[in-house]
T-cell receptor
Framework: SQQGEEDPQALSIQEGENATMNCSYK?????LQWYRQNSGRGLVHLIL?????REKHSGRLRVTLDTSKKSSSLLITASRAADTASYFC????????????FGGGTRLMVKP | DAGVIQSPRHEVTEMGQEVTLRCKPISGHNSLFWYRQTMMRGLELLIYFNNNVPIDDSGMPEDRFSAKMPNASFSTLKIQPSEPRDSAVYFCASSSGLVNEQFFGPGTRLTVL
């Protein structure tokens, strides 16, 4: 089974609303990353949060990490139609070198 | 920097043929990853290299798949013989450092008829 699993699998909202996506994982990590994938394109890194951090911001993105619950959330505020994409969480562990384990992704649709 | 470069972008071949996918990582990156993405199985790590050495190939589905990294600027993923179930988008990614982000190429869309 996958280390990171996103919830929900699909999310549809109106432009201007906030979008929240969640990620759960199973084993201890040293960092968790969020990536975005537009249809037909490669993944693009959005933000990285280390295991000793609880919250991080980047523009309209806010990521939280709760290591006690082994979960993370990605919040996109004031969503735009251009935010329509799939969003993946990925976890890195101390034993895995530079390897990341990706979840199944959340498909976000923002309606104009 | 041009980013991670993959070729070809699209490949259509017939079952039984050999397929070679190519990747040029970002200059200076010391880790390279090959992934496969399908609707059914999502994004799967096939193999990754560190300093040109294969570190983990447990994701390679079977002996028909092989990957090489002869130098720091080039890697290939070969499928021989190819089968229809190999149809997928294959991504190459590279990274540097210990705690790092991965930079993905545009992918190769492989269709095996």
């Amino acid at each position: 089974s996958q280390q990171g699993e996103e919830d929900p699998q699909a999310l549809s909202i109106q432009e201007g609303e906030n979008a929240t996506m969640n990620c759960s994982y199973k084993t201890s990590i040293n960092n968790l990353q969020w990536y975005r994938q537009n249809s037909g394109r490669g993944l693009v890194h959005l933000i990285l949060i280390r295991s000793n951090e609880r919250e991080k911001h980047s523009g309209r993105l806010r990521v939280t990490l709760d290591t006690s619950k082994k979960s993370s959330s990605l919040l996109i505020t004031a969503s735009r139609a251009a935010d329509t994409a799939s969003y993946f969480c990925a976890t890195g562990t101390n034993n895995a070198g530079n390897m990341l384990t990706f979840g199944g992704g959340t498909r976000l649709m923002v309606k104009p | 920097d041009a980013g991670v470069i993959q070729s070809p972008r699209h490949e259509v071949t017939e079952m039984g043929q050999e397929v070679t996918l190519r990747c040029k990582p970002i200059s200076g990156h010391n880790s390279l990853f090959w992934y496969r993405q399908t609707m059914m199985r999502g994004l799967e790590l096939l193999i990754y290299f560190n300093n040109n050495v294969p570190i983990d190939d447990s994701g390679m589905p079977e002996d028909r798949f092989s990957a090489k990294m002869p130098n720091a600027s080039f890697s290939t993923l070969k499928i021989q013989p190819s089968e229809p179930r190999d149809s997928a988008v294959y991504f190459c990614a590279s990274s540097s450092g210990l705690v790092n982000e991965q930079f993905f190429g545009p992918g190769t869309r492989l269709t095996v008829l």
